[in-house]
């Protein structure tokens, strides 16, 4: 959900960031809850990345939708497809996937380095 790296820098904002990723994550657990028991599976068979994805996928086209009910039920039904596999004694290595950027981070405002660069031209 990419939460590794947050956006804001004031702590009240931190705070909403931070809550707003809580509040979607318990969201797309709860669909995932619900597409277990629609299709007798236990919750922790169902794949969280794959209903976040099922999830971008239907609301992509939730505006040609005319029954809600069954777009729910298909939705639902795909979302219990994407099961976890059988995977004993994994390991989960601690590493960094972000990539370094080739520019160094702004230091300043955007509008200092504008004006620097006016002036150098």
Known sequence: ?????LRTKHPETVRKEFFIHLLVYNLVRRVALEAAL???LEPWQISFKGTLQT???FLARFHRVTVVEQWVESW??????IQVGHRPDRIEPYA?????KDYPPLQEHRAHYKKRFQQKR
């Open 38 to 40: 629609a299709n007798h």
């Open 1 to 5: 959900m990419e939460m590794d790296y």
């Open 96 to 100: 960094v996937k972000r990539r370094p």
């Open 76 to 81: 639902l039904r795909t979302i219990a497809q």
């Open 55 to 57: 999830l971008h996928e």
